[in-house]
Structures are given as C-alpha cells and as structure tokens.
C-alpha cells in the first residue's frame, strides 16, 4: 500500500470522526440556547428584585444569571471543540521487541512453520467470531477444520510457553538487577 493511499485514509478515518452526530448536536446546542435563555430571564428576575415593585431576593436572579451563563460557555466550548482540526497521530515506528511475551498461535503456525495459510486462519477465526460467548480456542478449530495436525499444534504451544518463560525470566532478571543489596549487621 502506497503513503498517499496510507494518508488518505488516516485523513478519511480522521473526518469520520469528527463528524458530529444528531444527538451531540441536539444536546451542545440546546446547553448554548438554554443557557442564552436563563442568563436574560435571571437578568430579568434580577432587574425586578432590585426595583421596589420586585418582592424576591436579587439572589434568584443572579444564581439563574451565573448558571445560564456556564451552561451557554460549555455549550461554545463544545463546538469549539468538535470544530478544531483533528489530528491523527501515527508512531513512525513501533518499539523494537524481537517478539511479544505471548507470540499468537496462528501467526506462529502459519509464519514461523509454514503449517498454514492466511487464508485458512482467516477462516478459522471467522468460526471462532461467529461462536459468539462460548467460543473455542483456535487451535481447537484448526484441529476440527482439519487445517493442522496435533503435532504442529503442540510444537507452536511449547513455542509459546517456552516464549513466556523467558519473558518471566528476564523481566525477574530485572527486578533483581534494579534492587540493591544492601550490606547490613546483624542488630545484637
């Protein structure tokens, strides 16, 4: 796949993101038209306490002044927040590891001893989608789907559990290493 087609997508992928639905709409507009709403009735209410017709406490009027006002700034906030370039980051790299702790089983039964093809684990997954809740694990579908054999299944299982041990003992190395020994007498 080509960088501008790679682009392309990251920048398709970024405007299917920000593109605001009918329920964020309803709501940021409605905290900005609300809020516009209760800041001019508290406004009012305010006006009319402060006269010697108004028998309410001006307190009313400046609570709905303050709250209608928040509420209209989170309203513009929002848009302004939905409305700002989006940027999609990319990692130009990705951490160099020579494997992961738990290498997947297909991944290992098709790249590392040619036991499969992409297709065929491609297919099993699918079957192991559709099983829903209670699926099976995928070396017993590619034992059923008779695309292995028992003996490349337990060779690519004793890959990763030997995998996983030396992940367990370097990062026990390392905690080793990071705690110092201290040289202490005994108290008497």
């Not at 940027?87 to 290498?103: F, Q």
């Not at 099976?136 to 559990?161: T, W």
Request: negative net charge; hydrophobic residues 45%; aromatic residues 4%.
């Amino acid at each position: 796949m080509s960088q501008s087609t790679t682009e392309n997508q990251s920048a398709d992928k970024a405007r299917a993101i920000s593109r605001p639905g009918l329920a964020w709409l309803l709501v940021t507009w409605g905290r900005l038209v609300i809020g516009l709403a209760l800041a001019g009735e508290g406004g009012v209410l305010y006006a009319h306490a402060r006269t010697e017709a108004g028998a309410g406490p001006s307190w009313v009027g400046l609570t709905a002044i303050v709250v209608g006002a928040l509420l209209s700034l989170s309203g513009l906030y929002a848009i302004y927040a939905r409305t700002r370039p989006c940027e999609v980051i990319v990692p130009d790299s990705v951490p160099a590891r020579a494997e992961p702790a738990m290498p997947m089983l297909g991944a290992l039964l098709v790249y590392k001893y040619g036991a499969l093809t992409e297709e065929q684990l491609e297919q099993a997954l699918e079957q192991q989608r559709s099983e829903g809740v209670n699926r099976r694990r995928i070396g017993e579908i590619l034992l059923d789907m008779g695309f292995i054999g028992a003996a490349d299944l337990q060779k690519a299982l004793e890959h990763q559990r030997a995998q996983a041990r030396k992940e367990q003992e370097a990062a026990a190395e390392g905690d080793r290493q990071e705690q110092p020994e201290l040289d202490r007498e005994p108290v008497a």
